[in-house]
């Protein structure tokens, strides 16, 4: 599917909709007046006063009667709540409250999830309470409730984990996904834990704002609170991280050789391979995450203790009018004057704020009072302007180098309407056009990794795309805007309609010999037999 984040889309729901359904009976209800709750806050308090009560019950095993629950109301009235209420209202709020709210009067109550998977939405079925018929020690026949799957599910997500253990948890199943090779779910963990330490990060970003602002606003208890969680966080080393890092590589690369010098990678390979380079990606932010969660935490601490340093000191600052302590006194002693340096002297006494500039240690020091004139002359500035059109002159001059392989690949292949790989290797030695279709190995290697990736490309949807989609362009190779262009450019490609590429289980190796490497060496490219096969608008 194209967005990978909808694919458990009505698990997310089922969770919103016991919530959602729990706030539609309760506020539909009138019968909350006459108990004496009028706000909602307060009715809320007392649901899952009710359900925590059912699920500790149901726990330990106990029964968990209309009775006892009306017991344990009218308790909570008595100690916390005092409201006007009766034994025999707290039993008739309780009846309510279960019979009523939680199990909906006993219809059956439903959530619908939109499945984007099937394109429908999916009905879920939602209950939080059940009971079963049991027996008092007189035999008589009583109901007992206890909670159902939703209704543990929707106690535990109001106090499911504490703060500082949620990052070792999503880490560890996080860990035990990846050696068990269920890639789709090592996703959904390493997003988790992405996001904690986003949010770690933001926590520690708008106390500082908090502190800059007003250093009293800032309570000495939140200020342990938010180190304690740092230090959790930070004790997760980056090492382990980049462990996991390394070890999503190696995979990456074995799937990636297999696909193209071994076989052809299955559906199911292909799906852990799109995982585990989307796991690498947010590896990768997620250390960086880390290390800004690491700076910003000493730059909490010193912004602190600095801010209290102030507004400790300002108890030691004496004051006095400028007018009656200084003005008036010069008129009546005028040699005072002499000495008046004691007494400014205190004001330009303030800390410079110094600055570690990296760039000036890469520099090449010039002395500073002999030849003065001679060293400004000899400085040389560096032109960003300059610099740039360098960068862009070198992408230029690579992009090129893919344009000339992939536009002699096409023209090869169209001469026929397909060539293999085994082919192609003696007609470029019969040309002798081998530096054109290989001017390196990594523009061969790229070119024909994404065509494989590819397998089939329709090029009037490709155009139809580009109609609609305005993207900037990031001046680096990217198949479909290269086939566009040459499409567009080259007149013998305008009759394009599709290219297709497939593995050929023929157990050649095709051997390209002496093709420079990044740098400059001659290697000798060995890769399996690929059939190019290019289809006109004639046929």
Known sequence: MQY??????????????????????????????????????????????????????????????????????????????????????????????????????????????????????????????????????????????????DGYNLLLSTLEIENNMKLAIHEMIFHMHLKKRSYDKAVDEIKNVFNLLRIQLQKIQEAIEKIRRNALNYSVRDYQDILKENLDTISDTKEKFQNYQAMVKNRVKELEESDINVRKLTEREEEKLKSLKEIEHYLNRTIDEHQKILNSHFDLKSLYTKELESLSQMSFIQRFPLRASLYDKIPENPEAMERLEYFLRPLFCQEMEKSYNLNKAFQLQQPVCKHKTESAEETLDFDVGAWEEEQEQIRKERLKLYEDSLSYLLSRAMARGEISLKELSVVVILEGRQQELLPNVEVFKEIMVELIRNKEINIPALQKEQSEYIGEQTGEFQLNVMLLYLVDEYPQFRDILRIETYRLEDGNVVSFPGVLDEN????????????????????
């Open 4 to 149: 990978e984040f909808l694919k458990h889309f009505p698990r997310r729901m089922k969770n919103v909709g016991l919530y959602a359904v729990l706030v539609q009976n309760s506020l539909q209800k009138a019968s909350w007046k006459k108990y004496g709750f009028q706000k909602t806050d307060e009715q809320f308090n007392v649901i899952f006063a009710v359900l925590l009560y059912i699920m500790e019950q149901s726990l330990k095993e106990e029964q968990c009667t209309m009775d006892d629950i009306g017991a344990y109301l009218d308790t909570v009235n008595a100690q916390y709540l005092k409201k006007r209420m009766t034994y025999e209202d707290c039993c008739a709020l309780g009846d309510f409250i279960v019979n009523m709210v939680l199990s909906n009067e006993g219809r059956t109550m439903y959530f619908e999830g939109f499945n984007f998977e099937q394109n429908t939405y999916q009905i879920m079925n939602i209950s939080y309470v059940a009971n079963r018929i049991v027996y008092s020690e007189q035999d008589v026949k009583r109901t007992s409730y206890y909670l159902t799957d």
């Open 520 to 539: 400059g060496e001659k290697k000798t490219v060995r890769c399996s037999n690929i059939l190019i096969r290019v289809i006109k608008e004639e046929q």
